[in-house]
């Protein structure tokens, strides 16, 4: 049954929010049922609850729109650098005299790590903030690539440009990902959607600059330059400002809301049970399962915890404003000068008088949907329900533990907010469904060959006899194609009806056909027309990668899967490459290495064909199961 918003409004200006139990939450409602009939007040975990969780509301403008543009800057330094490093490999090789494999090796590293550390650094964000996260990175890229201006072997270089240069940019990737769902609900396709197209402008405008740089001042100067270049991530970073959450307020300390406005008794016992449940860990976890991973780490996976809304059964929202701030106990003001309303949240965190103060509490990797970068009209969940109904049920409580953490300041290096995303992401259990398993092993075999025309395309138009300024052009054209691929996947993927997943394999299979004949013609309009094609095709498994992921395990399960399958790409990644250049010396010839690539791409999405079907049969087995345990 859906939620439900009452249309009369409220004497007092607000209208109230029923949030009606699902099926969905049935089995939690009663185990908290339990816990609060059968409530021993002996029990330390019962004591000092959180009882104020935060919400955050996407704004949906205003300074989200500069976030935006940091967000494309980030994308752009980032992605241009890794995708340009293909005009590297010629004079470093020349340098140290070493084979082309050796050298392709950096390049590999990089975009790895990059992606490998995405969930250790999704889970400092949720604990310190975007912003202290990516000027962080951007700094350690920074010296990492200034470093190698001193390199005097290729290991050095692995270490410094690969490994060190590549965590960093993972510090400045991941929370360039997830502010944009942080700050965007209505326009998040439309400012993803932005904020990705600077991976395709910076491909465009960094192959031919790296080129020219290369030319007139040697490899390594060329590097300072894009030492100097990544410490523009750190000024847009500092522009990631952190949003203010609206706290739900069980306790009204105004007479006027505590009659209007106070929560029921029951609720706030059932809130309480709730998060003394989440406290008690592996002893007594909702859902009675424990994987491996989060066990290690004392934590639940994200998706045991709590919805606010499955808490919260009624609150009060202002009239007028249903569609963009919750609300539970509020005071009315007035602006002695303008007279308009104002909405002052009046709940402070109880601690010990000693360390009595307000503090609000930001933990955007508790929200199911923060790595969700398409349209939000494709999720029933936000179809179905108001703006502050969809926030409601989308966002997982904090437990108490994790309030007082934060204040106090206790366990710094690891807290229980790193902690419990990270168990989220690295949650082994997913592997127990076939769907994820097919997805996952796909989304190896395309990113092993993504990287490898990057790296090899301009050498190989060289060989052809193609004039080097000309060839360089050729990367940038896939980086414009990409970024055409980009909008127009995004503007498709939009209608509900549009299957994610389809759409994918078959822009794989083209993309990878397209790989395999790209040396037919060594001629510029050839190669052109390849590149065209590949940047097109190959844009879609960025685009609509998260759509497919909710569409086969649901938006519960998308941090997770996100997570573990940015281990799979990373480690792709590495490999891929250096595999091609092996094939390539031992063909003794570039088409080798674009015979690897494109029939990688091809098995991936031939692979993922029957997908559908197997999610299908999936269902109907989970189906089964539960049937026969009611």
């Known amino acids: 049954m859906p939620n439900t918003i009452t249309d009369t409004p409220e004497k007092s200006g607000y209208q109230k929010v029923s949030l009606v139990e699902s099926e969905e939450t049935k089995d939690w409602n009663e185990k908290i049922d339990k816990t609060v009939i059968n409530n021993d007040e ?80 999704s889970a400092i964000v949720n604990r310190y903030g975007f912003r202290l996260v990516v000027i962080f990175g951007s700094l350690l890229s920074a010296a990492a690539f200034a470093v190698c201006n001193f390199a005097t072997s290729i290991t050095a270089l692995c270490v410094a440009y690969g490994f060190i240069g590549g965590i960093g940019f993972g510090f400045i990737y991941a929370p360039s990902v997830v502010i944009l769902g942080f700050y965007f609900e209505r326009w998040r396709a439309l400012a993803t959607g932005i904020a990705v197209c600077g991976s395709g402008i910076g491909t465009f405008l960094y192959a031919p600059m790296t080129a020219t740089l290369i030319t007139k001042f040697g490899w390594r100067q060329t590097l300072l330059v894009h030492a100097a270049l990544i410490l523009l991530c750190a000024v847009a970073g500092s522009l990631y400002r952190p949003l203010k959450p609206v706290k739900i307020d069980p306790e009204p300390t105004t007479e006027e809301s505590k009659s209007e406005y106070q929560l029921p008794t029951a609720t706030q016992q059932k809130m309480e049970a709730a998060i003394r449940m989440m406290k008690r860990g592996s002893d007594a976890s909702v859902l009675d399962h424990q994987a491996s991973i989060p066990r290690l780490l004392g934590v639940n996976n994200n998706s045991v915890y709590p919805r606010i809304s499955d808490v919260y059964h009624t609150i009060c929202v202002p009239n007028g404003n249903v569609t963009s701030r919750p609300h539970v106990a509020w005071t009315r003001e007035r602006s002695k000068t303008e007279g308009k309303l104002q909405l002052t949240h009046l709940q402070k965190l109880k601690m010990p008088k000693e360390n009595h103060k307000s503090h609000e509490v930001v933990r955007p990797l508790y929200r199911d949907d923060i790595f969700f970068n398409a349209s939000l009209k494709r999720l029933p969940q936000y179809t179905s329900q108001s703006s502050v109904q969809y926030n409601l049920s989308v966002t997982r409580a904090p437990t ?171 480690v792709a990644a590495i490999i891929g490459a250096p595999l091609a250049a092996a094939f390539m010396n031992a063909a003794g010839s570039f088409d080798a290495c674009f015979y690897f690539s494109g029939g990688l791409i091809i098995f991936s999405a031939v692979m993922c064909y029957p997908l559908n079907y197997i999610n299908a049969w999936e269902k109907r087995r989970n189906l089964e199961k539960k049937n026969l345990l009611v």
């Open 400 to 570: 108490k533990n994790d309030v007082e953490e934060e204040i106090t300041n206790k366990r710094l290096f690891c807290p229980e907010a790193l902690r419990r995303v990270l168990g989220t992401m690295l949650d082994l259990s997913l592997f127990n469904s076939p769907s994820f398993i097919v997805l996952a092993i796909g989304g190896f075999f395309t990113m092993m060959g993504f990287f490898v025309p990057y790296m090899f395309l301009v050498d190989r138009a060289k060989s052809g006899n193609i004039d080097k300024t000309t060839a360089v052009w050729l990367v940038s054209t896939m980086g414009i194609a990409n970024t055409v691929g980009r909008v127009f996947y995004g503007v498709i993927s939009s209608f509900p009806k549009a299957n994610a997943l389809v759409i994918t394999n078959i822009a794989l299979t083209i993309g990878g056909l397209a790989t395999i004949f790209s040396g037919l013609l060594l001629t510029p309009a050839y190669q052109f027309s390849y590149c065209v094609v590949f940047g097109l095709a190959i844009s879609c498994f960025a685009s609509i990668r998260p759509i497919v992921v909710v569409d086969l395990l649901g938006l519960e399960k998308l941090t997770n899967a996100f997570g573990l399958l940015l281990l799979f790409q990373g």
């Open 42 to 121: 002996s029990d330390p975990l019962a004591l000092e609850v959180s009882s104020d969780p935060d919400i955050i509301i996407p704004p949906d403008g205003g300074w989200g729109w500069v976030v935006v543009i940091a967000s494309f800057v980030c994308n752009l330094v980032v992605d241009g650098t890794i995708f340009s490093f293909g005009t590297f490999l010629e004079k470093i090789a020349e340098e140290f005299g070493v084979e082309t494999a050796e050298v392709t090796l950096m390049g590999s590293l990089m975009s790895g790590f990059y992606l490998i550390v995405g969930p250790f650094v």
